[in-house]
C-alpha cells in the first residue's frame, strides 16, 4: 500500500523555521522525483518546490524562493522541506505528492498544517 506521510507543521512565530517531513512507503521512493503542495484557506493548491529523483535538481515558488529548502533521503525514504524565515503567508496545510508511476496513480499524503502568527 502506497503511503505518505506528513509530519512537522506547527504554529510558529514570523521569522521562524520549520522542517516538514514526509516518509514514504509502498512505492520505489528513490526512482521518483517529489513534490511539497500547499493549500491556504480559500486558496487552491499550489506547488511549493520538486525535486528530482536522486536531489541533483529541485525547484521553487517564486512566493517561497531564497526561504525554502527542499531535500530528501532516498535511503529513508523521506522527503524535507526546510522552511525559514516563515511569513503569515506561509499559513497552509503542506502536502507531499507522488507522480504518477506508470500505471499508478499519483499519491498525496494527508497533509501538515503550518501556522504563523504571532
Known amino acids: 500500500q502506497v503511503q505518505l506521510v506528513e509530519s512537522g507543521g506547527g504554529l510558529v512565530q514570523p521569522g521562524g523555521s520549520l522542517r516538514l517531513s514526509c516518509a514514504a512507503s509502498?512505492?520505489?521512493?528513490?526512482?521518483?522525483?517529489m513534490f511539497w503542495y500547499r493549500q491556504a484557506p480559500g486558496k487552491e493548491r499550489e506547488l511549493v518546490a520538486s525535486?528530482?529523483?536522486?536531489?541533483?535538481?529541485?525547484g521553487y515558488a517564486d512566493s517561497v524562493k531564497g526561504r525554502v529548502t527542499i531535500s530528501r533521503d532516498n535511503a529513508k525514504n523521506t522527503l524535507y522541506l526546510q522552511m525559514n524565515n516563515l511569513k503569515p503567508e506561509d499559513t497552509a496545510v503542506y502536502y507531499c505528492k507522488a507522480p504518477k508511476r506508470g500505471p499508478l496513480p499519483e499519491v498525496w499524503g494527508q497533509g501538515t498544517l503550518v501556522t504563523v502568527s504571532s
Open positions: 525535486i528530482t529523483s536522486i536531489g541533483g535538481n529541485t
Open positions: 509502498g512505492f520505489a521512493f528513490s526512482l521518483f522525483p
